[in-house]
Structures are given as structure tokens and as C-alpha cells.
T-cell receptor, first 112, second 116 residues
Framework: ELKVEQNPLFLSMQEGKNYTIYCNYSTTSDRLYWYRQDPGKSLESLFVLLSNGAVKQEGRLMASLDTKARLSTLHITAAVHDLSATYFCAVDERDYGQNFVFGPGTRLSVLP | GAVVSQHPSRVICKSGTSVKIECRSLDFQATTMFWYRQFPKKSLMLMATSNEGSKATYEQGVEKDKFLINHASLTLSTLTVTSAHPEDSSFYIC????????????FGPGTRLTVT
């Protein structure tokens, strides 16, 4: 059974600081996704990582994938309040989406 | 592009009644659609995978007679919660896979179901 873990589950940080969210998974996969969810809303796709060593950046967020370590990171640079949300990673194990498993989510709160 | 809609966005129903939720891919053909359930402050749990023209594949522990899924066309899947109970109250999110970009899943805005 595929397991996806995230660390930390809760993160409170000050504006301007940097931090990293970690996503570990238990099976071989080279398809890893990051999503953002605001309260009461659905998911917003942030990054799609499709190969070992993939690195993508958008604004203050950067995601990377190490398939050998079964680890993805979401790095936040100089956090701002607008980044406050819950961040989920998800792993696609079989085919495309036949077994899409989400991590528990990291609730990020950026304080002024 | 790649928009998925859900209807209704919110629904309140009484125990024992049935509720139908629609999921549509607006500008692409979705060979596969997925239904997820999310409890407050929890992660998404895949309920079932539906392929156009065939029976849905349900995840372990999901009652197929309670959560009826129909994928009638390449742009429409429906989830019917039958004989709803208060414990069925949840946020239901669908997603769709674009046949032209099979590595992507596009998520709908979700439907909040409250059973009284």
C-alpha cells in the first residue's frame, strides 16, 4: 500500500523567512504533485514533477523531486501572508491516476 | 483551458434522500474522472475512478451501492449519494484526466454536502 507522509503537518512562520516542507512516499514513483488548498476551496495545482531531479519554481515556491530517496521538497522563500494555506503532495503510483494518494497536508500560517 | 466544474457547489438534504453531484470537463475530453472525499481539516481520500462507458472502480471500504457513479460521456460523470446519512456530510471533489495530457489531473471546485 502506498503511503505518503508530509513533514511538518503544521507550520507557523514569520513573513520574510524561508522554510521547507518535506514529502516522503513509500513506493517507487516518478510522478509527484503539489497542490495548494485555501479554506473551503478545492485544490490549486502548483507543481507537477515527472522525473528524478526535477526542479520547478514559481514565485516564492520551489519544488524538487528525488525519486531514489522517495522525497520531494517544497521550499518557501521569503514567505508572505498570502502563502498561508494547506499544501498537499500527491503521488501517482500506477498508470496515470489509477492510484493517486495524497499526503496529510501541511497547514501553513504566515504571520506578519 | 482545462476547467472542471461541479454542480451543485453546496447542497443540504434530509436523511434518507438521495443527492446527485455532477462533474463536467468544460473544454477537454476526460477519459477518466475521479471522485474524492475530504473531511474537515483532513486530506483527500480517493473514492472511485470512473472511465467513460464502463463501471467505476471503487477503493476499498467505499460502498458502491451507496455511492453510485456514472460516467455517461467524455465530459460528464455523476456521483449519487443514496439514502444519505449525516455521516455522509463531507466535501466531495472530482477531478478529470485530459486524454491529451494524461499526467495531469484537473480538480473541480468541490461540492459541500450536508445531511440533516
Amino acid at each position: 500500500e502506498l503511503k505518503v507522509e508530509q513533514n511538518p503537518l503544521f507550520l507557523s512562520m514569520q513573513e520574510g523567512k524561508n522554510y521547507t516542507i518535506y514529502c516522503n512516499y513509500s513506493t517507487t514513483s516518478d510522478r509527484l504533485y503539489w497542490y495548494r488548498q485555501d479554506p473551503g476551496k478545492s485544490l490549486e495545482s502548483l507543481f507537477v514533477l515527472l522525473s528524478n531531479g526535477a526542479v520547478k519554481q514559481e514565485g516564492r515556491l520551489m519544488a524538487s523531486l528525488d525519486t531514489k530517496a522517495r522525497l520531494s521538497t517544497l521550499h518557501i522563500t521569503a514567505a508572505v501572508h498570502d502563502l498561508s494555506a494547506t499544501y498537499f503532495c500527491a503521488v501517482d503510483e500506477r498508470d496515470y491516476g489509477q492510484n493517486f494518494v495524497f499526503g496529510p497536508g501541511t497547514r501553513l500560517s504566515v504571520l506578519p | 483551458g482545462a476547467v472542471v466544474s461541479q454542480h451543485p457547489s453546496r447542497v443540504i438534504c434530509k436523511s434518507g434522500t438521495s443527492v446527485k453531484i455532477e462533474c463536467r470537463s468544460l473544454d477537454f475530453q476526460a477519459t477518466t474522472m475521479f471522485w474524492y472525499r475530504q473531511f474537515p481539516k483532513k486530506s483527500l481520500m480517493l473514492m472511485a475512478t470512473s472511465n467513460e462507458g464502463s463501471k467505476a472502480t471503487y477503493e476499498q471500504g467505499v460502498e458502491k451501492d451507496k455511492f453510485l457513479i456514472n460516467h455517461a460521456s467524455l465530459t460528464l460523470s455523476t456521483l449519487t449519494v443514496t439514502s444519505a446519512h449525516p455521516e455522509d456530510s463531507s466535501f466531495y471533489i472530482c477531478s478529470a484526466r485530459d486524454r491529451e495530457r494524461p499526467w495531469e489531473q484537473y480538480f473541480g471546485p468541490g461540492t459541500r454536502l450536508t445531511v440533516t
